[in-house]
């Protein structure tokens, strides 16, 4: 198991947004949080990567509780996250874009993430490659994002939302993305909140309603569930 969130409880002042969530992620598997508009996605990603850090319960990565380590730290631990607003630098290129998050972990078993590799994964970046980053539709941002995360070399990556806002076309090429670096071996956990997406591309999913998880299954049982589905999600 790469990841084990067990039972943390995450507030925003005094407000308690998530109770005893617990959720576990093994290496090589893309695993989904669902759960409507305002269920606790964005609030179990930040505090998973350390910047709303839980006040109890432990977050285990690679065997080692991080509860309360600071994102930097995290980070260098192997975390990679995708926020759902995506932090591109506009006067950038997307080649300068990628160059500047490469960042290779000491004691890395993988071959790294270089600019070539990316543009193998990502034909649409390497035809952009000299494009400024303030010039590039919302989808082509949110592809750049992930790679530039990627080109940190994370062991586990946290995708907020990635398909968001982003035209139906470019959503089946990130679904078609996330499946290639599934075949890779990278790990996956990504929020989202419509079934269809998640069944194309998860192994398994979490779902998550005001803070708590109510389901866990396969993507497969998630599927046959209308039960679930009717009561927790958008379909
Ligand atoms: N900075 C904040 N301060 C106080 N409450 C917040 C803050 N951010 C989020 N919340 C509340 O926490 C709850 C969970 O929000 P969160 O953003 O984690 O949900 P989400 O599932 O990511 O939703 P969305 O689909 O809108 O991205 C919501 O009730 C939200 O109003
Ligand atoms: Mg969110």
């Given amino acids: 198991m790469i990841l084990e969130v067990k039972n943390i ?34 609030t179990t990603m930040r505090s998973i990567m350390g910047l709303t850090p839980p006040k109890t319960g432990s977050i285990i990565f690679h065997g080692e509780d991080l509860k309360g ?16 607003n995506r932090l591109i630098f506009p006067d950038l290129t997307v080649r300068e874009n990628l160059e500047l998050a490469a960042k290779v972990p000491k004691n890395m078993k993988r071959e790294p993430w270089t600019t070539d590799s990316i543009y193998r994964v990502f034909p649409l970046l390497k035809n952009l490659d000299k494009r400024l980053g303030g010039y590039l539709s919302g989808g082509e941002q949110q592809v750049l994002t992930l790679a530039r995360t990627l080109m940190g070399n994370p062991d586990l990556l946290l995708l907020d939302e990635p398909v968001e806002g982003v035209a139906p076309l470019v959503v089946k090429d990130i679904g078609s993305h996330i499946l290639k670096l599934k075949e890779m071996g990278e790990t996956i956990l990504f929020s989202e909140q419509n079934v269809e997406f998640a069944t194309r591309t998860a192994d398994r999913a979490f779902v998550i309603d005001r803070g708590r998880i109510k389901h866990q299954c396969t993507m497969q049982e998630l599927c046959e569930d209308d039960e679930i589905k009717k009561k927790y999600l958008m379909i």
């Fill in 9 to 42: 409880n995450t507030f925003y002042s005094t407000s308690h947004i998530l109770f005893d969530v617990s959720l576990t992620i093994n290496a090589g598997e893309i695993v989904c949080l669902l759960g409507r508009n305002g269920a606790g996605k964005t």
């Fill in 69 to 84: 380590k600071p994102p930097y730290y995290n980070a260098q631990k192997g975390m990679g996250y995708v926020p759902d």
